[in-house]
């Protein structure tokens, strides 16, 4: 592994987040193009929960796209950073709700290294409630883009990602025609007979991703 130096100057955390088709990945790969064109050295990664549009690049809904690695959770975005850490100046994450409350810690010790961080994730479930790590991320963030969406029911700004449908579960990976933007007059949060608003999300080596 490559020996890893403390940066001269402080990093920064970038938060982009908002309800899905908001445009979240897009901002992502626009910022990271950017630092691309500015001759900064850039790597990304991505969950490998989502392969919704491609395998080893993320994507927006409107088909742009970025090469990115796909990893299984923290410890394994960890073993494919560090040992390329000094070649690194702009990290990209995609889709980090799907990732472990460790992601925090670790955001924190890129910047003390003076990496720019970029996270782009959903900050509520489709119960309306926090969608960690997303919430935490924002409160260390040195800037926070809270992007909304067009709601699919009268058009209004949406913030909230309606689930349609009756499965509970809280991570269900999909797009069109399983989730719209809805404002928060349009907004049905799902509550199942029990009450139950969200499930916890594995972490970990405890984190899989679904079967083919």
Do not use: W
Request: hydrophobic share 40%; glycine share 6%.
């Amino acid at each position: 592994m490559s020996q890893v130096h403390v940066g001269a100057h402080p990093g920064r955390i970038e938060v982009i987040t908002g309800p899905m088709f908001s445009g979240k990945s897009e901002e992502l790969i626009r910022r990271l193009k950017r630092a691309q064109i500015a001759k900064l050295r850039v790597i990304c990664f991505k969950p490998d929960l989502d392969a919704r549009y491609h395998r080893t690049a993320i994507a927006s809904h409107s088909s742009q796209t970025l090469e990115a690695i796909t990893v299984a959770n923290v410890e394994a975005l960890k073993a494919e950073l560090f040992p390329v850490i000094d070649q690194i100046e702009v990290i990209g994450v995609d889709e980090t709700q799907f990732f472990d409350a460790s992601l925090l810690p670790l955001s924190l010790e890129l910047v003390h290294l003076g990496k720019r961080v970029i996270l782009a994730g959903l900050d509520t479930t489709f119960a309306g409630e926090p969608f960690p790590p997303v919430p935490d991320l924002m409160a260390v963030s040195d800037e926070v883009t809270k992007l909304s969406a067009v709601c699919m029911q009268c058009g209004a700004p949406a913030i909230h990602t309606q689930r349609l449908g009756s499965n509970q579960s809280l991570v269900l990976v999909g797009a069109a025609g399983l989730y719209e933007a809805r404002c928060r007059r349009c907004f049905r949060p799902y509550v199942d007979e029990q009450g139950a608003k969200q499930l916890e999300l594995p972490t970990g080596a405890d984190q899989v991703p679904p079967s083919p």
